[in-house]
């Protein structure tokens, strides 16, 4: 298979005919490519006047044709590629059923592998499945109803199932492209295969999750809802069983010598039932800060200039950040195009805000994290409690709260009023879309004065960056909190915590930072349980 990169194509171009594209570009007669397929299309919009795509095609040479008959386009490469490296355990050698406990991500990935290989898993969500959990986040919009253990955290799909469904990530374990040719196999676009910024959209997501599920059942797994890990038995640092509260309230004893443990970043009382057990926690560096909005045609306009509302392009993205004076950094995350801000909360008492936004991206406001760095020196206690962060993030959750009026409206305020250091009492050109509902103040009265200093002082600077970023009518809203787990449960060669038999994964566990990456994290983690660690490679 060969694949030329970096192939510039119109935004009129047809690309549902790559073979032509491939053939054009490098000068060849038309059937001289087979098999065409673009394996990654990203936008190139640094000249304004002349924005299109660039692409990357896959294909085979027909009989006769070699690469030294090729003229490639300036800046274009030509080169022999192979598929990733990586097959999945085939077999599973142990004597019990491992359990899996939390269904986002890491959790349906895990369960999924362990399932094909014949382990027959016994997945615990706490939270309903996701029709159910649909009804009671829809409730929660509408009349600020919270459901402690079925909201935008909790339930099947975990907290990425109310969202952008993003798969960008960093890492280039080769495990990535099979979690993608999985999630499009279960009903995802097609295009997140290619696309550079892959997105599913909250509209397409939890139906691609509940298809994973229906495997895993029809493979001999179980998947519980509303069970909830309560306790768990050792013996000699070594695990032997778990209690799961069921969803009448009693108890369920189950012997378990295999434990992944993949509950999310806010499963709080799960932590601090390890602790007590013994588990070793390690606090770590994460963020807090604000969701921003801005009319979503501006951020075309700023991206795309002339070219902003072409129906080929869609919604325009932005990725931002900067560092303060005193060092800290600020960014944006999560970017939502056509999107709104969400209600994330999952305890009473307070206000926690994300975005999600559908395939199509077709809303009129864009919203993002807007994000301040956080580390251990900022909220560790005296007594050195590695689930300090957690208290640090209720507290200004439970202040945005007071701030919000009950209800779990979300405190607001306009960028041009944050930045002079004034309550806002209305909005201007941006509506904000946050629901259950939004109450005009004071952000600073729910954030660490450290992060007000910095994101007014960074306000202005990513304005430069990206035209119209702090325009006046730009709307804050707080708090985000939950961007990534304050958190980590380390975890030896074999994916173990110290307390063996422990399997922590994603982002709960501190090691990943999105859909894509804590969906690795499980498959990893699962393929430690079927094969031990010396089977674990590209790490």
Known sequence: MYRISNLPVSLSENLDQPGPL???????????????????????ARDKSRVRFVLSVDFRFAKGVSPAQCRLPRGASLSEVSPPAWTPP???????????VGFGPAGFFAALLLARAGARP????????????????????????????SNIQFGEGGAGAFSDGKLNSGIKDPRSCFVLNELASHGAPEEILYAARPHIGTDRLPGVVKCIRQEIVRLGGEVLFGHR???????????????????????????????????????????????RRGVRFEPKP??????????????DRAQYGAFAGHPALGAAEYRLSTRTRSGRGVYTFCMCPGGTVVGAASEPGGVVTNGMSPFARDGQNANSALLVSVGPEDYLNESGDPLSGV??????????????GGGYRAPAQTAGD???????????????????GVTYADLSECLPAFAVSALREALPVLGRALRGFDAPDAVLTGVETRSSSPVRIPRDAGFQANIRGIYPAGEGAGYAG??????????????????????IRDQ
């Open 22 to 44: 491939a053939e054009k570009a490098l000068k060849l007669p038309p059937g001289s490519v087979r098999g065409a397929k673009i394996s990654k299309k990203s936008v190139d």
């Open 90 to 100: 085939a077999a599973f050698s142990g004597q019990s059923r491992p359990a899996v």
């Open 122 to 149: 016994i997945v615990l969500e706490r939270g309903p499945d996701v029709d159910q959990r649909r009804e009671s986040v829809n409730a929660f919009f509408s009349f600020g109803t919270l459901d402690d253990s």
């Open 229 to 275: 890990l309560s306790d768990i038995r050792c013996d000699r640092g070594a695990l032997r069983g778990i209690e799961v509260q069921t969803p009448g309230g009693g108890l369920l004893e189950l012997d378990c010598s295999d434990l992944l443990l993949a509950v999310g970043h806010s499963a709080r009382d799960t932590f601090e039932m390890l602790k």
């Open 286 to 299: 994460f963020s807090v800060g604000v969701r921003i909005e801005h009319r979503q045609e501006w951020i």
């Open 391 to 404: 208290a640090f993030q209720r507290r200004w959750e439970q202040a945005a709260f007071r701030l919000g």
């Open 418 to 436: 944050f930045l002079a250091g004034v309550p806002s009492v209305r909005c201007g050109a941006v509506e904000p879309t946050c629901r259950p």
């Open 514 to 535: 999105g859909i894509l990456s804590a969906a690795v994290d499980g498959l990893r983690c699962a393929e430690a349980i079927l094969c031990g660690k010396d089977a």
